[in-house]
């Protein structure tokens, strides 16, 4: 989970007026390894998150690929992605995010 900045503050805040680490993870529901992490990187002058934010706009536009699987409905997840420049990884998860279920459908044929 990721904390905003002032949430951070406030309990370095807490922690700066003399309260426990454990008193300050008891009131504010955080684990007090956590709390010990940002007391630390308080003191190195790094307090702010290093997670990394969103990348940037995606690459694709979801009506488009919406418009692509309505007309391509037996489509497999590399021809999506080849059509969007994607990796298959990105095309399912692109298509989960929008709620389209992509399941095989395998035809046998006997050789009797």
Known sequence: MS????FRR?????????????SIADELSVSRTTLHTWIEKFKCGELQSQKPGPKGPRKYSEEALLEFIKKNPQAKL???????????STTSLALKRMGIQRKATYEFTSSK
């Open 78 to 88: 590399s021809e999506i992605g080849q059509k969007f420049d994607l990796q298959k």
């Open 10 to 22: 406030l309990a370095l805040e807490m922690y700066q007026s003399g309260r426990t680490v454990h």
């Open 3 to 6: 904390y905003t900045i002032e």
